[in-house]
């Protein structure tokens, strides 16, 4: 594989420079019955899962097909995609912003065949290329972060369970049978790239071991300042320590105050935390983001700890379908999981998902903690 | 025959869900392949060992994944994450690994011929693996070469028109929901805001001076898609302060059965006929519905505009004609100090060309936060050091109710010299005339 130059002289790196011009304007991409009716729109309606359409003031309809996919994405499939819009919407296609892909066209007549196009397709494996659903009162992509495809901190892998998960939550991808839309995220540490803290279910890859310390190459690989500033409980301090018969500069780590957050290990290559049997995923629920009827709420801890059951975190995805199984069952038509918890009270929460209040739950870290506890004596038996 | 045995990510192939491993295993094959005679500039064989080396992380529960050196494009601070595989020698082909950030267009509307272009260029320089998208919005690259990076860089400046995103402590790349492209909801135009800021602020975007991430999201109503409230710096909610325009015959409509509630959103269940008082009027937030003569009246002064009437009625109902947004700040993640939602600053403010007032509060707001922010302080959490009062110094706001949930309940003010009758200064011995020690 020889080089090829793309034209950049490494030599005179400003020379012909192009910068700082951004992004490609929306508008180049819009399909034509968008760029019509933008701003004029009436309303819209599902005909099923996964289908819909929109009326403009015009008259005109645009009519969506969306369909699942993993975010961890070929080119060749990427490529394929393409081929679709080509075929059945003159070229044109979006990404939501939970990694679905819509399919777009200007009347009813080409919805037919383009799902019919879509479901056909499969990959070698036997799984769906192009699963139709994901809107209304059910479930649709769960966002995510890396995992162990790309990233250095993670507690979990991403893509995996979130395989895992859809596959047992596939019927919810494709119906409209829940008492309001279900918002599944993941992230694989509590660094959170993928904001899952406000999410119906939330499946968070956690750490539970202090770091290592890489004594011999601590001092040479890390600022050590920047490594005890990062810290959110001041467990870090400087130490010097007796290494081959020299005294090296380091750090000493105050174990029991450690919240496994891994903030140290991102400013110090030196103190890595992930471990086999430390880490796995704490699943939190009832968080959302929209204002409808309620306020956004935070996702709240629920089961402190599954360890990682590669390939395919089992209990994992049990108790997500429990979880969501009782919502199912119990919630009043528009209620949001975490509206049905705080209606219910969550104390019956647990009863009826059946899972176990240990201490974890109750929250310990610094003021917000307070806020958590029951100042009543309201409570049900 | 693959280079490496995955039995354990094999087994994530089966199921109805889109399989990633499939998918993996199929880029590896049309590499092997090469049907399309591609010059590679980094290793053939690169998806091979991308699926080797996450096999290996599958069998010890564990990453393989390097922290990130230094590595970008020349000019920028932003754009590229470095990664390095801890397992080099076995897994040759992603030793180097990049990451690069390629900023998306507003809604991510895309044209075939465009992805194909993009498509080509990662196939030539970089593992033809993606993030569609990363959860900031960008495009992801996932993976190249540290030489490739400016070649990419160059390419994609020069004959695709386009530049990457932001990374590191700097203006992360701005995303927004679909907005008014394809939604009876929204009250401004994101793709447009969304883009002008961007093109504002390219340079706080690729040179990192701030004290941390900073994001930018827009949401076109109350429904937040994309999340702006509980993960951006600065949220832009769409909203209105005039009167929810009611279609009376729409309504009958709904009570009658004609049309279904919530555009169908409950059609897998039944829920027995609409019942308006039960579904809307009685979930209404502030009790500002009734029917009076066969009619749905709305208490529109009372109406703090949650979007469930209109989402549940949206061919009888609309969002109001006076349109504009408000602004949210300080949301983010747990860590360090847990998590935050974005809190009122800015109740109503036109959404108009040139968005003067807008970038006024972004501008003091940054001023701010650069010269007080710890390194690594979000925005959130300097709010909760210095308090709100400082955020309304910055940026010359009234306070308002509006900015509260509820006033505080301790009185310990911290009462300014300038606003206390005769200032502090006083005098000892006059106190003491009429007060003995």
Known sequence: MAFVSSGYNPDKPMENRISDIGPRKFDEFYPPV??????????????????????????????????????????????EICEIAEKHCDGYMRFTTRNNIEFLVDSEDKVKPLIEDLESRKFAGGSFKFPVGGTGAGITNIIHTQGWIHCHTPATDASGPVKATMDVLFDDFKDHRLPAHLRVSLACCLNMCGAVHCSDIAILGYHRKPPLLDHEYLDKMCEIPLAIAACPTAAIR????EFEGQKVNSVAVKEDRCMFCGNCYTMCPSMPLADTEGDGIVIMAGGKVSNRISPPKFSKVVVAFIPNEAPRWPRTTATIKQIIEAYAKDANKYERLGEWAERIGWERFFEKCELEFTHHLIDDFRDPAYFTWRQTSQFKF | MAKHETPL??????????????????????????EANVEFQIPQDVVED?????????????????????????????????????????????AHFHTMRVNQPSGKFYTAEYLRQLCDLWDFRGSGVTNMHGSTGDIIFLGTTTPQLEEIFYEMTHTYNQDLGGSGSNLRTPSDCIGSARCEYACYDTHALCYHLTQEYQDELHRPAFPYKFKFKFDGCPNCCVASIARA?????????????????????????EIPPNGGAHSGRDWGPFDIQKE????????????EDNKLMIDNKECNRCMHCINVMPRALRIGEDRGLSILVGAKAPILDGAQMGSMLVPFVKAEEPYDEIKEIIEGIWDWWMEEGKNRERLGELMKR???????????????????????????????EEEVEGGWTRDINEFRKHHQR
Request: aromatic share 12%; glycine share 12%.
């Open chain 2, 50 to 94: 991308l699926i080797g080396v996450l096999e290996l992380s599958y069998k010890h529960g564990r990453t393989h994944w390097k922290h990130g050196g230094i590595v970008g494009v020349f000019g920028y601070g932003g754009g590229v994450i470095g990664r390095y595989c801890d397992q080099p020698e076995q897994f040759p082909g992603v």
């Open chain 2, 9 to 34: 990510l094999d087994q994530l192939e089966s199921g109805p869900w889109p399989s990633f491993v499939s998918d993996l295993k199929q880029q590896a094959e049309v590499r092997a392949k090469n």
């Open chain 2, 280 to 291: 809307v009027i009685d979930l209404c937030p502030t009790d500002c519905m009734w029917m």
């Open chain 1, 238 to 241: 400087p130490s010097k320590i």
């Open chain 1, 34 to 79: 968008i760029a019509k009716n933008k701003g004029t729109w009436l309303y819209h309606e599902y005909i099923q899962p996964g289908v819909y359409y929109h009326t403009a003031k015009s008259g005109d309809k645009v009519f969506t097909v969306r369909v699942g996919g993993a975010r961890l994405m070929s080119t060749t499939h990427i490529r």
């Open chain 2, 233 to 257: 710096d600065m949220s832009y909610i769409g909203t209105w302060r005039d009167d929810i325009p009611v279609d009376q015959e729409a309504v009958q409509a709904y009570i009658g059965g």
């Open chain 2, 386 to 416: 210095q308090g709100f009062q400082k955020l309304l110094e910055a940026t010359g706001l009234k306070p308002d109710p509006r900015m509260v949930s509820e006033p505080r309940s301790n009185p310990y003010i911290f009462w300014k």
